[in-house]
């Protein structure tokens, strides 16, 4: 659909909080809590505060990764709804001001550390333990070349594509078209990529694939806005490829349940806080549905 109706931005913007379609009620143009509430605190010196948006997804697969090699990273995990707010409360925005999961704070170190941005949370936790982040400085180099890839190329995919995709409240051909050309480039940018080397960042499994395979991962697997087909996602015959191998990985399985609140009942695990809680407190074994 085109729109034909132009727009004039008036001298001084100011917010409209009902127009904004999807997710508009958790938008806002000022930062701060909204409300006073302390954040849960577990067993264990991690404490996760997230949502398995692919953002979430990152941090969770990484310590399911970190625990099947062998690393002591046992970890609590909260579900934050943010469709609720739980991220404006005064708890959460002290852990990350800018109101966005995943955030995390490490018990293990005095005083208690704080780490937002999921980039950063995985740096962080890969540093922590000695694992997936090379220490050879090409490769460690290069790593985290395709890491901040990854940072500064999604939100053109979820806030741009995505949006105007999926959420905005009407279709509109010009953004659509303009986000969907820098989705199929950036898609190109890793099947090129992939078409040399076994992970994004050469023979080495690393933090930059957890970070990439949510995002570009789920649209090659189809399960990303429902645009698999208007993106043509599979001719990226690379990135498929690696997605699959990815997605096959028991951590990996795991890391996409944690603060999982919707699809299928068994696969959502709304907190986390014990290896045994994937076989007895998924949402369909607490709902008796199992």
């Known amino acids: 659909m085109t729109d034909n109706n132009s727009y004039t ?27 006073d509430k302390d954040l849960p605190v577990g067993k264990h010196p991690l404490q996760l505060y997230s949502l398995a948006t692919p953002n979430g997804q990152k941090v969770t ?14 970890y609590d995990a909260w579900l934050i709804r943010i469709g609720d707010g739980d991220q404006f409360g005064s708890g959460f925005v002290s852990v990350n001001p800018n109101s966005k999961i995943p955030a995390l704070m490490d018990h293990g170190v005095s005083p208690p550390r704080r780490v937002f941005e999921s980039g950063s949370i995985l740096v962080y936790l890969a540093e922590k333990f000695g694992a997936f982040l090379p220490t050879d400085a090409a490769k460690r180099t ?9 940072m500064g190329s999604a939100p053109l995919l ?9 959420y905005a409240p009407e279709k509109w051909e010009y953004p659509i078209n303009r986000y969907a050309m820098e989705v199929k480039r ?48 599979r001719s990226y015959r690379n990135v498929v ?10 951590a990996v399985k ?16 709304h907190e986390r806080h014990d290896a045994s809680d994937f076989e007895t407190q998924t949402q369909d074994k607490l709902e008796g549905t199992a």
């Open 254 to 269: 795991r890391g996409r349940m944690v603060n999982k609140a919707n699809g299928p009942l068994e696969e959502q695990l």
């Open 142 to 150: 290069e790593t985290l070349n395709w890491l901040f890839w990854q």
């Open 61 to 74: 697969i990484l310590l399911e990764e970190l625990l099947a090699a062998g690393k002591d990273a046992e």
């Open 241 to 250: 490829r690696w997605a699959e191998q990815i997605d096959a990985r028991p």
């Open 186 to 233: 950036q898609l190109d940018v890793l099947d090129r990529q992939l078409a040399e080397h076994e992970y994004i960042a050469g023979d080495e499994y690393t933090i930059a694939d957890m970070a990439i395979w949510p995002w570009y991962g789920g649209v090659a697997l189809g399960r990303a806005y429902d645009a698999a087909e208007f993106l043509d996602a």
């Open 158 to 166: 979820g806030g741009g594509f995505g949006h105007f995709f999926a």
């Open 9 to 35: 931005p008036p001298r001084v913007w100011t917010w409209d909080k009902e127009n904004g379609g999807a997710f508009a009620n958790i938008n806002r143009p000022i930062a701060g809590p909204t409300h």
